[in-house]
């Protein structure tokens, strides 16, 4: 409990989106795909990347790339939900977002955002969707592409934005 816990502190602590980002985001055409907005969402958020600082400084060291790897996948885990979020309100709900909330666990808080269902059970059928989708790893080609992408040295936004692509 104590290391799910410490788990969601973080990912909250790294969720947060720059302006400029929800400005962008806000600003398209609501006839716009909410795949393509996602993507758009996702190369925004970019230059926070922590791998592409690291690695245009030119002294990250091989064995050193999964470090700066793992930084940006966990902010992305963080920042997606308030992104994808922010656009389902936007589409669906003529952009009256719900603010998230740091005493709910990633999923519950996901769910809360989104606004479709205020019941726990919703919260925990999302939980268990979100659960069912996380491996993508068997060859569909979403995740093949970020794979692909990921293995040219391409950082975990650009990797993420190809794949949602």
């Not at 994808?84 to 998230?100: C, K, L, P, T």
Request: aromatic share 8%.
């Amino acid at each position: 409990d104590a290391e799910v816990k410490a788990l969601n502190e973080e990912l909250h602590r790294r969720s947060t989106i720059p302006q400029h980002v929800l400005q962008m985001i806000d600003n398209l055409p609501k006839d716009t795909h909410p795949m393509t907005q996602l993507s758009m969402g996702l190369l925004a958020l970019q230059p926070g990347s922590a791998f592409g600082k690291a690695y245009r400084s030119g002294t990250m060291k091989k064995q050193e790339y999964w470090e700066q790897s793992l930084e940006d996948a966990l902010t992305l885990v963080a920042q997606i939900p308030l992104l994808s979020a922010r656009i389902f309100r936007n589409v669906f709900y003529n952009g009256e977002h719900i603010s998230s909330d740091p005493s709910l666990d990633w999923a519950g808080n996901y769910a809360q955002m989104l606004g479709v269902n205020d019941s726990e059970a919703f919260k925990e059928i999302t939980r268990l969707y979100l659960m069912l989708h996380a491996d993508h790893e068997g060859g569909n080609v979403s995740a093949h592409t970020t794979h692909l992408v990921g293995s040219a040295l391409s950082d975990a936004y650009y990797s993420y934005a190809a794949g949602v692509c």
